[in-house]
Structure formats: structure tokens, C-alpha cells
């Protein structure tokens, strides 16, 4: 499944990039997708994390609320910049992780550093050493709503 996933994925990248719909180019492009994959898998490439296709369906959940978080969180670091008084409160602060593989730590750690506020400084194994430019941002990362909405996306596997 994964290596169809894949060879799919680059087709389609393919014709995105293309933009020619001839039967011959059509064909060049299926035959190159495949021939990518085949000799990806030879080295060993296509692993479990290098292409998470289990993480497809909880992704189409997880990225739109990840959309809104980014939203708001600009629209807050954007009040701060036109205050005069640039009342911000910088803060480092320790986060809890709870995600079991590789491929959710670095996807929560992505989603701080993705949210304007804050970044992911130190990734460990069970905790993140997270910048937030507002006391109030440490605070609602602290509390753990983004932690356990990527631990879902991660295990609806």
C-alpha cells in the first residue's frame, strides 16, 4: 500500500509540474513514478515514516484545526506588533509530549513552531523546551490541547 501511495503521489506531482496531458508523456511519467519507487524500495527507502500514508485520513481532521490555531495565534502576535506598548512577556516553558513515534513528536514540534508565538526549541523524548513571546501563549500550550490532538492524529492509524 505504501509503495503504491507513493508512486501515485509522484505521478500526481508529476502532472502538477508538467501540465501536459499527451498519452505519451502520461505514460513517461507513470513509467518514471514507478521505476522512483522501485529503486527507492531496493535502498530501502520506503519506510513506514519516510511516507506516513496511515496518517492520510486523520490528517484531513488535524490540519484544519492546526489551520484555525495558526490563524489565531497570528492574528494575537499581530495585536502585540501594533501596540505600543509591545506588551510581551517572553517565556521559555516545558511541554509535555505524549506521542509514541518519531513521526508525531516531530509533528507536534512542527505544529509550535508553525503557530507565530511560539517555537520549539530542545525536542527530547517526552518533552519539548518550547520560546513563547506571551506568558498567556505558554499558558495555553501548557495545557495540552495540542499535544493531545496530534496523539489522536497520530493514533487513528
Not at 508523456?25 to 514507478?34: E, H, K, P
Not at 535502498?43 to 496518517?55: I, R
Not at 486523520?58 to 505600543?84: G, N, R
Not at 525536542?123 to 495545557?143: C, I, Q, W
Request: glycine content about 8%; overall charge positive.
Amino acid at each position: 500500500m505504501r509503495k503504491v501511495s507513493a508512486a501515485v503521489s509522484l505521478f500526481v506531482f508529476w502532472i502538477l509540474l508538467s501540465g501536459y496531458f499527451t498519452p505519451f508523456l502520461l505514460t513517461a511519467g507513470a513509467v518514471s513514478a514507478i521505476l522512483v519507487v522501485a529503486f527507492a524500495r531496493r535502498l530501502e527507502l520506503v519506510d513506514p515514516e519516510g511516507h506516513p500514508v496511515d496518517f492520510s485520513g486523520s490528517a484531513l481532521v488535524y490540519w484544519p484545526w492546526l489551520f484555525k490555531e495558526i490563524a489565531k495565534s497570528a492574528w494575537d502576535v499581530s495585536k502585540i506588533i501594533v501596540d505600543p506598548k509591545l506588551p510581551i512577556s517572553p517565556v521559555l516553558v516545558r511541554v509535555r509530549s505524549t506521542q509514541a513515534s518519531a513521526v508525531g513528536r516531530v509533528t507536534y514540534a512542527n505544529s509550535i513552531t508553525l503557530t507565530p508565538g511560539t517555537v520549539t526549541i530542545l525536542a527530547g523524548r517526552g518533552e519539548f523546551l518550547v520560546h513563547a513571546l506571551t506568558a498567556e501563549g505558554a499558558a495555553s500550550l501548557a495545557e495540552g490541547d495540542m499535544d493531545r490532538r496530534v496523539t489522536r492524529f497520530e493514533g487513528a492509524r
